[in-house]
Structures are given as C-alpha cells and as structure tokens.
Nanobody, 116 residues
Framework: VQLVESGGGSVQAGGSLRLSCSYTRRPNYVTWFRQGPGNGREGVACIGRDGITMYSDSVKGRFTISEGVAETTLYLQMNDLKPEDSGVYYC???????????????WGQGTQVTVS
C-alpha cells in the first residue's frame, strides 16, 4: 500500500483546508497524524473500512475524516483552523483503529499546513 497526501497550504486562522490521501488499494485503517515544530507526531483522526471514525480531543468538532465515493481517496476536512494546527500532516495505514504512532504500518510522505 502506498499513501500520497495532498492539499496542504497556508490559511488564516478561522479558515478551512481539505487534505487528501490517495492510495491504490484501500487500507483497512487510515489515520491522519500531524507534527508541529518541536513536537512528536499526534494522531488526530482515524477511519476504518466500516466507516467508524475516531478523533483526538484537540480536533473533535472541527475536523472530519471521510472517504471518497471511488474508495481511492480519503479526506480530512479541517475547519476553524488555529495556529496550533500548523504542522506536517501525514496519512498512515494502521494495523487497527488507533491514533497512536506505534500502531502504524506505513507512512505517507506528509503535506505542510500553516495557519497564521
């Protein structure tokens, strides 16, 4: 499984961005992580093939993870963005539903999000 992120960029606080994670074969579990300057990677949203989602408290109510109709792309819709949301965002294939880096099987290359 190969994961490719896109959609990062710069936005003002309060704005929105939608990140995409594309793959050739749909993983069973995909989690979006982010890594801010000087911080470790933090899991923010996860979705399984069953459609069940989970979110970190820091993004709950503002971010939405979803799957495209063609089942070749996952999205992370980010609304009401804050400066502390800045960082490199990675999508990852996990062994099971989790927000923890130790459960990652494969990482994407990341996409930069900057909120000012």
């Amino acid at each position: 499984v190969q994961l490719v992120e896109s959609g990062g960029g710069s936005v003002q606080a309060g704005g929105s961005l939608r990140l995409s994670c594309s793959y050739t074969r749909r993983p069973n579990y995909v989690t979006w992580f982010r890594q801010g300057p000087g911080n470790g990677r933090e899991g923010v949203a996860c979705i399984g093939r069953d459609g069940i989602t989970m979110y970190s408290d820091s993004v709950k109510g503002r971010f939405t993870i979803s799957e495209g109709v063609a089942e070749t792309t996952l999205y992370l819709q980010m609304n009401d963005l804050k400066p502390e949301d800045s960082g490199v965002y990675y999508c990852a294939n996990l062994y099971f539903r989790s927000l923890e880096t130790r459960h990652v099987r494969i990482w994407g290359q990341g996409t930069q999000v900057t909120v000012s």
